[in-house]
């Protein structure tokens, strides 16, 4: 069976909505499904009790894990075995985008795997899917990532980025008040080193006349007595 186009799943309603909605959710070949979330019947979705799971389960699919389907499962509908396969792989996916080092006993919990080598398994397949590079590490137990797909961004995620772009924006605006606080401070602390050098050196020379002239005036009273001494 071929999975509804985009563009047919958009005019669906009822059980065959649900349909292309199971058969979109394993495609092999798809991995982002935030668009679906876009189309006017989806959306309707989420405003019927009965029909709400199905919303909420494209959401799953679109940010979520492995973990948030099993969280809410009794109220989402039934998962086949691959559509757990697909969702292990985002899941994969999200915990690549937040760290570069991803633990086996930690993939194993929370993809639900039963040995290092299903874990191996899952990670070799989203490779060969280009969704993801990095290294097996056997020996540390881990594995290395080195790129990995984006998720869709959910509006969660865009309220977060934009708390932490405020939070950035006003750190670096305290950032530079201080620099240009520490800027000032340094154009001053130069200002008063020229000044005290340029004192200094106006300093040194009137003593250096000081004693030029008086070592002159010493020598005139030396040469005037020695005149009288010798009568000259």
């Given at each position: 069976r071929i999975p509804p186009s985009p563009l047919r799943m958009d005019k669906l309603s009822g059980e065959p909505l649900e349909g292309a909605i199971k058969d979109a959710l394993k495609d092999p070949d798809r991995f982002n499904?935030?668009?679906?979330?876009?189309?006017?019947?989806i959306i309707q979705l989420s405003?019927?009790?009965g029909t709400v799971g199905w919303f909420n389960l494209v959401k799953i699919f679109a940010h979520g894990?492995?973990?948030d389907y099993r969280a809410k499962e009794s109220e989402l509908p039934e998962l086949s075995e691959s559509h757990v396969s697909k969702l292990k792989y985002l899941t994969i996916l999200s915990l690549?985008?937040?760290?570069?080092?991803?633990l086996y006993n930690q993939l194993k919990e929370q993809l639900e795997a039963k040995t290092v080598?299903?874990?191996?398994?899952l990670l070799t397949y989203c490779i060969r899917k280009n969704l993801l590079k990095g290294k097996h590490n056997p020996k540390a137990n881990e594995f290395m990532v080195e790129f990995s797909e984006g998720r869709d961004i959910s509006k969660e995620d865009l309220d977060d980025m934009a708390a932490q772009l405020t939070a950035w924006l006003r750190v670096s605006k305290e950032a530079l008040v201080m620099l240009e606080k520490k800027i000032k401070e340094t154009k001053q602390y130069h200002q008063l080193q020229t000044k005290r050098s340029n004192d200094l050196a106006q300093t040194r020379e009137k003593v250096k006349k000081m004693l030029e002239a008086k070592q002159g005036n010493q020598q005139g009273r030396l040469r005037k007595k020695l005149d009288n001494n010798y009568g000259v």
């Open positions: 499904y935030g668009d679906l979330l876009t189309y006017e019947n405003k019927d009790p894990t492995l973990g690549a985008s937040q760290s570069k080092t991803l080598e299903e874990v191996e398994d």
